[in-house]
């Protein structure tokens, strides 16, 4: 009995490791939305200003998550997944500690660095070896893919009870005990360090890290100053012409900085394709609803984000439960119907007005949210079913990748579509309903294109 209790000890403290930093670096993708007044008005800086905090979080994402690939054939995924948590935790402690607004930002760009490992890694560390079934307990699907949705509530109830340096300075005990934790973690956790020489496709990195970081800078300005200014389209522009670039220059080299093969499968393709439909349909309608709710509604960031919370809950229970559903029905048809009920959950946006009691907002996105678990999960089980051990890490990047730049074009889009019926006729009410239509036509036409996935149940033909 003891041995039992120490075994269930050492497996919980194993997912804890595996589980905080993702959960550490999706909060803090979106944790700080909430925190730009209190920091611009402690630290004597313009809100313009103070948005880089964000966006240069973002920014260094997608840089970082250029190399993630790489760094983990060179040195292996858990000593990789080990360090960018420890510097995490560090950059945090700085980010906490910055004494003005410039160091806050050069901090946050750091953090953001570091961070890009930590889902990829953990996300292939999870899913375990080739060769068998990959599933994701309910736990991780909460983490994993609602994260984002808990940063506002998070945020709001840290800046209220203790300011906004609260958000950075919490995510230290949490990180040292994460790093300690991992210690936990044996060598056949994750894959080990490439016996091969490694080759550093510099060229490589500095063209799909140069093109993601672009592109998401683009859609981020797109979606503040319009899609029709220079600011957006030139590094839109620019980000698209270095990723076709890299493209051609990794079909050409036998050790790309991220291999791409496996977008060149096309079930595998189909299934990114219908994961950034699905990030588009999910991000957009958590980011415009907490900004409903505070400027129409009149209530406050902490409320907005308690509405929110019970979706995470529910899309992790969903994530497994989608994972179960393909040991009964096909890849096809869990999907199809999943984008069918995403879509007619989506249109509930429609019922919103300005006097919409907050539980019902709330019930609208847990209804979102049992149809977003059941998309995203046999998607990501179609995308990583049985690959080689090589391409595992690959994959888990590729996917990450996709999903941050669907996002952020999907948020910049709808955003823009709100705010500009926000100031029309329709007003703001009239906006998020058309917006609502958007996001359900957005579902329909991944409900049509999940028809071309193979209908099978083992996901390992899906390659």
């Excluded at 496996?262 to 393709?269: D, E, I, Y």
Aim: hydrophobic letters at 55%; proline letters at 5%.
């Amino acid at each position: 009995m003891l041995q039992k209790r120490e075994s269930s000890a050492a497996s919980a403290m194993v997912q804890y490791a595996l589980l905080a930093g993702p959960l550490l670096s999706m909060l803090d993708s979106s944790v700080v939305n909430v925190a730009a007044e209190p920091i611009a008005r402690e630290l004597h800086a313009s809100l313009g200003t103070v948005q880089w905090t964000v966006s240069g979080y973002l920014l260094a994402l997608g840089t970082g998550l250029a190399g993630t690939a790489y760094l983990a054939r060179r040195y292996g995924t858990l000593p990789v997944y080990r360090a960018s948590l420890i510097a995490f935790t560090v950059a945090s402690a700085l980010c906490a500690f910055s004494p003005g607004i410039g160091p806050l930002i050069a901090f946050r760009a750091v953090q953001g660095l570091v961070a890009a490992p930590l889902v990829p890694l953990a996300m292939s560390m999870l899913l375990g070896a080739s060769g068998r079934a990959r599933s994701i307990s309910p736990v991780a699907g909460i983490l994993l893919f609602a994260a984002p949705a808990f940063g506002p509530t998070v945020g709001g109830a840290l800046i209220g009870a203790g300011g906004w340096r609260l958000i950075f300075a919490v995510n230290v005990p949490f990180g040292v005990l994460a790093a300690w934790a991992a210690k936990r973690l044996g060598p056949g956790a994750g894959r080990p360090r490439s016996e091969e020489k490694i080759d550093f496709d510099f060229p490589g990195l500095v063209m799909l890290g140069g093109g993601v970081t672009l592109v998401l800078l683009g859609a981020g300005d797109g979606g503040t100053d319009g899609w029709g200014a220079a600011a957006c389209w030139a590094p839109l522009a620019a980000g698209a012409a270095l990723l076709a670039a890299y493209r051609r220059w990794a079909a050409g080299r036998a050790q790309p900085a991220l291999d791409l093969s496996l977008a060149r499968r096309p079930a595998a393709a189909l299934s990114m394709g219908l994961c950034a439909l699905a990030a588009v349909v999910t991000w957009a309608a958590v980011f415009l609803l907490p900004v409903f709710v505070q400027s129409v509604q009149g209530r406050s960031a902490l409320a907005a984000g308690l509405a929110m919370a019970p979706q995470g809950v529910i899309t992790g229970v969903s994530t497994a439960l989608g994972s179960r559903l393909l040991t009964r029905f096909t890849v096809r048809a869990t999907v199809c119907c999943g984008f069918v009920l995403l879509g007619a959950a989506s249109l509930g946006l429609l019922l919103i007005t300005a006097g919409t009691p907050l539980w019902v907002t709330s019930l609208i996105l847990a209804a979102r949210a049992v149809s977003v678990g059941l998309v995203i999960s046999p998607l990501l089980a179609a995308l990583t079913g049985r690959l080689p051990a090589g391409l595992t890490g690959d994959a888990s990047t590729l996917f990450n990748v996709v999903q941050r730049i669907a996002g952020s074009f999907g948020i910049g889009l709808l955003a823009s579509l709100y705010a500009v019926l926000a100031r029309s006729a329709a007003g703001p009410v009239g906006a998020l309903h058309v917006t609502g239509l958007v996001i359900g036509g957005i579902a329909g036409l991944g409900a049509v294109a999940a028809v071309a996935l193979p209908a099978v149940r083992n996901t390992s033909v899906l390659g």
